[in-house]
């Protein structure tokens, strides 16, 4: 079992640009995915990015894919989430979850087994 704490949430307007942070209790070196999740009022959690740690692949939603960068720094052992152009049904709550070893259906929220506590992104027009 691992730790997840994310931080870098906020407000921005539509075009604006975030950087969201998940800082992970064990050495990202070793194999995992790490997944970003986003929650809108109402809604079901969905796969907004992924990111095989050992081989630093990463995977995106296709409406994501243009917008959105997965990264992950290990001496830190943190994986970053940058988030550009950003659009007001971009709001919810940022999720960070993870799983060792690969997930290729990473955007399924049950094949995770940890999840950090998440971080608010609201954008307005």
């Known amino acids: 079992q691992v730790q997840l704490v994310e931080s870098g949430g906020g407000s921005v307007q539509a075009g604006g640009s975030l950087r969201l942070s998940c800082e992970v209790s064990?050495?990202?070196?070793?194999?995992?995915?790490v997944a970003w999740f986003r929650q809108a009022p109402g809604k079901e959690r969905e796969g907004v990015a992924s990111?095989?740690?050992?081989?630093?692949?990463?995977l995106y939603a296709d409406s994501e894919k243009d917008r959105f960068t997965i990264s992950q720094d290990n001496a830190k052992n943190t994986v970053h989430l940058q988030m550009n152009l950003l659009r007001p049904e971009d709001t919810g709550v940022y999720y960070c979850?993870?799983?060792?070893?690969?997930?290729?259906?990473?955007?399924?929220?049950?094949?995770?087994?940890?999840w950090g506590q998440g971080t608010q992104v609201t954008v307005s027009s």
């Open positions: 064990k050495s990202i070196r070793s194999p995992m995915t």
């Open positions: 979850a993870a799983r060792s070893g690969r997930i290729w259906s990473w955007d399924m929220a049950q094949m995770y087994d940890d």
């Open positions: 990111i095989h740690t050992a081989t630093e692949t990463p």
